[in-house]
């Protein structure tokens, strides 16, 4: 199984907008850009939802089969890990395997004399085509970067084997992620860690290393652009000589994380893209969410009174919410609307402070990420959400398809 040039990752909370999504990516499809869905959903999210992988399979098959799609499509299990993978197998043919947890944990004597004995020919002068840099590799720096990825990745091995054990090689895609790290790897560590990926067999397809800035969820990237550009356009070198240095899959690429709503670094990801003729995985899952709330809000009614009901909950429970996802918010609580306040806007005014529009005054980035991370409440409404996402779907479809098409699809691949 081979994964496209391009593909673009669409989560959904829900499990009720597959066909708004896909809609969006056969709108690609008639302006020229063959983009392949990737429909994700990870552990944490089934837990929450009340859903399972199987759940994630139907939704895609189904849509697939609506609107008739005939190129391919897959189902990520979404950043797992040993713990888990189990309850993914069947229904997954893409999997995400997450090993940020085990950096820094020292690998086995063994182990790490292999890959020293392994990457000790490039000790000295590294040139990299496409990077200006040459990089001084000494056999401190070998030691160095052994003891703090080999172990992640002897882990990623042990998963990928699992799962190859299970559903036969070659019927499936991996993607190896380590971008829930605390520090962004540079050219010279994703080097070594190409050499480990090879050294293990893991016949990756997909990367994510973790990106210099915040990647926070739901909101812009916040960081230093230009930084940022220079080290995509490093890691994609990197990439592409790794991938003839090691005999490593031929369609490898990078996988962007956390990638919905990152708008200012899209035109440097494009310019990339362009410049090394490179395939690029993105992303993305609770913007889908937020476009269900944006609907709602927008239909008026019991969906508005939803909408407000969602958000002062999500105010209530501040700290539960917020809590598991410390690392990638950032939300400044004097900032946030009172309940009092949210109570006497109308549709439109909520739907204008929640949608990802920087150039619209009323947009509130803090609200926007409280409610990212407050699905919680929705799942907790059990019949009441679902059935209101039934009863406005056509609002929220036009709004689902519209935010990935022309925010995202667009300017990343146009």
Excluded at 61 to 82: F, G, P
Excluded at 156 to 168: M, T
Excluded at 287 to 307: R, S, V
Aim: charged residues 25%.
């Amino acid at each position: 199984m081979e994964l496209e040039k391009y593909s673009f990752g669409v989560g959904d909370r829900f499990g009720h907008q597959g066909k708004a999504q896909l809609n969006a990516i056969m709108k690609a499809k008639q302006k020229g850009l063959n983009i392949v869905p990737v429909w994700n959903k990870s552990h944490r999210e089934h837990t929450i939802i009340g859903t399972c992988s199987c759940d994630v399979r139907t939704e895609a098959d189904t849509a697939v089969k609506e609107l008739d799609w005939t190129d391919s499509c897959y189902v990520d299990a979404d950043h797992i890990n040993m713990s888990n993978v189990d309850g993914f197998i069947e229904h997954s043919d893409f999997f995400t395997l997450d090993v940020a947890d085990y950096i820094g944990k020292g690998p086995g004597h063994d182990d790490q004399k292999r890959f020293r004995d392994a990457a000790l020919k490039y000790v000295g002068t590294l040139n990299i085509p496409d990077i200006q840099e040459q990089f001084k590799i000494t056999g401190e720096d070998i030691d160095r970067i052994g003891s703090k990825f080999l172990f992640a990745i002897k882990e990623a091995g042990r998963i990928y084997r699992h799962i190859e054990q299970a559903k036969g090689k070659d019927n499936f895609i991996t993607e190896v992620s380590m971008d829930e790290s605390d520090t962004p790897q540079s050219p010279v560590e994703l080097f070594f860690i190409m050499l480990m990926l090879a050294e293990e067999n893991i016949p990756a397809q997909t990367i994510a290393p973790k990106f210099t800035g915040r990647f926070n969820k739901g909101i812009d990237y916040v960081g230093d652009v230009g930084q940022f550009e220079k080290e995509f356009n490093q890691d994609i070198a990197v990439v592409n000589f790794a991938i003839k240095e090691f005999a490593l899959p031929d369609n490898l690429k990078l996988s962007v994380h956390s990638g919905s709503d990152k708008f200012s670094i899209y035109g440097p990801i494009n310019r990339a893209l362009k410049r090394f003729n490179a395939g690029i995985h993105i992303k993305t899952a609770g913007t889908t969410w937020l476009e269900e709330l944006i609907g709602l809000a927008q239909a008026g009614g019991d969906g508005l009174e939803i909408a407000k009901a969602i958000y002062n909950e999500s105010l209530t429970h501040f700290d539960e919410l917020c809590g598991p996802y410390a690392t990638v918010i950032d939300i400044d609580k004097s900032k946030l609307p009172s309940s009092d306040d949210i109570e006497k806007w109308d549709g439109q005014t909520f739907a204008d402070t929640l949608r990802h529009d920087p150039t619209c005054s009323s947009y509130n980035s803090d609200l926007r990420q409280l409610l990212h991370v407050g699905y919680k409440i929705a799942a907790q409404m059990g019949v009441r959400y679902l059935d209101a996402l039934q009863r406005y779907k056509e609002t929220i479809a036009t709004n689902v398809t519209d935010n990935i098409y022309q925010r995202h699809i667009l300017p990343v691949f146009s």
